[in-house]
């Protein structure tokens, strides 16, 4: 007896391949690179045993009830769980798995890259080239900041975090500060300071945040945050567009109260093309890009694949998400 597995979006082929080769799935995909339109996903998960979905799919009990009672397994292909109602989901008795990890080179990666694009205004200097804008060697024309001396601090030291400060710290960074729920041990690795939230507000010269987007964290980046921002501050996120009132970011940015904001998430995504931070030049959007290696999504098909196998036969998972 196969058991019926939906799949919300093409994912990578190695992903496919070990669901394929497992022989006990009967496999419906939404075969697009766009999302699965909800009442798409409402009939096509019914009776649904395994669930593959994306950070862009909202699970949550409506989708569970379409699914009915045979559901066993949600697997999705990120890190992040914000997309999933958790209660409902554990009131159901429904394993998940998700995808820690495998991406966390790749998205400190990323963050480093849009952080020094942003500081140093990469997108900005590309424009003027492409645009006749550039008409002589400048003494003061593009300046930026630089990592050498400055003060960085990281909202969230967890595996993420740990990585982007560990990259940063050969640019010459002084002084590492971070803040969240407690003292991290992988803090000693990059000498950071545990410090609460304010004091790294207000001494950083580079707010990274890579947080979870929790009830706690959730429009953390408020006007009262930025305002204790340096002016000459710049501010990149990785983790989730929630975690930012982006009115309150827009005028700041707009204001001259901070320097720059770099990110790569937002509030909606995609983040409308008339949105007003995408009129600042002192802000730099990029879309949700953060594991966007071929390497890295491949391995991140192919954990959650055996993820939901694991879930489908009762095995442990290689990386089950308990909380
Ligand atoms: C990306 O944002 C992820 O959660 O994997
Ligand atoms: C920069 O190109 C310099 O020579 O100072």
């Known amino acids: 007896q196969l058991m019926k597995v939906f799949v919300t979006r093409r994912i990578p082929q190695e992903g496919m391949k070990i669901l ?5 799935c009967n496999l419906s995909v939404w075969d697009s690179d766009e999302p699965v339109p909800r009442a798409e996903l409402l009939k096509s998960v019914s009776g649904a045993h395994g669930l593959v979905c994306l950070l862009s799919d909202r699970i949550d009990a409506e989708v569970l009830d379409a699914a009915g009672p045979n559901l066993k397994v949600i ?8 997309h999933l109602s958790m209660d409902e989901i554990k009131k159901r008795g429904i394993r998940i798995g998700y995808t820690p990890d495998v991406l966390t080179d790749a ?3 990323l963050t480093v890259a849009l952080l020094l694009a942003t500081a140093r205004r990469l997108p900005e200097g590309v424009q003027e080239v492409k645009s006749g804008g550039w008409s002589t060697w400048k003494p003061l024309w593009l300046c930026g900041y630089g990592l050498s001396g400055s003060t960085v601090g990281v909202i969230g030291l967890g595996r993420i975090g740990l990585a982007i400060a560990r990259r940063l710290m050969p ?13 991290k041990p992988g803090a000693k690795e990059v000498e950071g300071e545990f410090v609460p939230l304010d004091t790294l507000v207000s001494e950083s010269d580079f707010i990274v945040v890579s ?20 002016n000459t501050g710049v501010f990149i996120n990785t983790s989730r567009g ?16 901070i320097a720059a904001a770099g990110l790569d998430v937002t509030t909606p995504e995609p983040l409308p093309t008339d ?3 995408l009129t600042l030049n002192n802000c730099v959007v990029l879309p949700h890009i953060g594991s966007a290696t071929y390497a890295t999504r491949g391995i991140m098909a192919e954990l959650t694949a055996n993820n939901l196998l694991a879930g489908l036969t009762g095995a442990a998972m290689p990386t089950e998400l308990k909380l």
């Open 171 to 183: 640019f010459g960074v002084k002084r590492l500060l971070y803040t969240g729920r407690g003292t």
């Open 211 to 230: 947080c979870a987007l929790t009830p706690d964290t959730q429009g953390m980046c408020n006007k009262a945050f930025f305002s204790k921002m340096k």
């Open 275 to 277: 949105h007003p931070l």
């Open 242 to 257: 929630a975690v930012v009132n982006q009115e309150d970011l827009h005028e700041a940015l707009s204001s001259g109260q």
């Open 107 to 109: 998205t400190a990666e």
């Open 75 to 82: 697997s999705t292909m990120s890190v992040g769980f914000d």
């Open 20 to 24: 394929k080769q497992a022989g006990i």
